[in-house]
């Protein structure tokens, strides 16, 4: 069973930084693209960041220059390392990745979310 597990975040003060982790564990073949999403109750769901599997990227204009991306593709790994944080950028977030399993069709996976909160 393919599974998406979340670490990385927690409390920071604004200007600080926190990386987050997101790996996927299971019969996995391959991964296509890996995305960053964070939700702020009563608000929507919103894309932070993408990386494809060639590793291009591409950012919401709100944490550009901030927030990096990356993935290891040998450790079916992301992370999402997010410098100079404001309270704005407290929120639930989210990891999402477009596997290939070894057998069957691919789907689209959710890590649980992971809580990060930034004080002022």
């Known amino acids: 069973q393919v599974q998406l597990k979340e670490s990385g975040g927690g409390l920071a003060q604004a200007g600080g930084s926190l990386r987050l982790s997101c790996a996927a564990s299971g019969p996995i073949y391959s991964i296509n693209n890996m995305e960053w999403y964070r939700q702020v109750p009563g608000k929507q769901r919103e894309l932070v960041a993408a990386?494809?599997?060639?590793?291009?990227?591409t950012y919401a204009d709100s944490v550009k220059g901030r927030f990096a991306i990356s993935r290891d593709n040998a450790q079916n790994t992301m992370y999402l390392q997010m410098n100079s944080l404001k309270p704005e950028d407290t929120a639930i977030y989210y990891c999402?990745?477009?596997?290939?399993?070894?057998?069957?069709?691919?789907?689209?996976?959710w890590g649980q979310g992971t809580q990060v909160t930034v004080s002022s």
């Open positions: 990386i494809s599997n060639g590793g291009s990227s």
């Open positions: 999402n990745m477009r596997i290939y399993p070894i057998r069957g069709v691919s789907a689209t996976y």
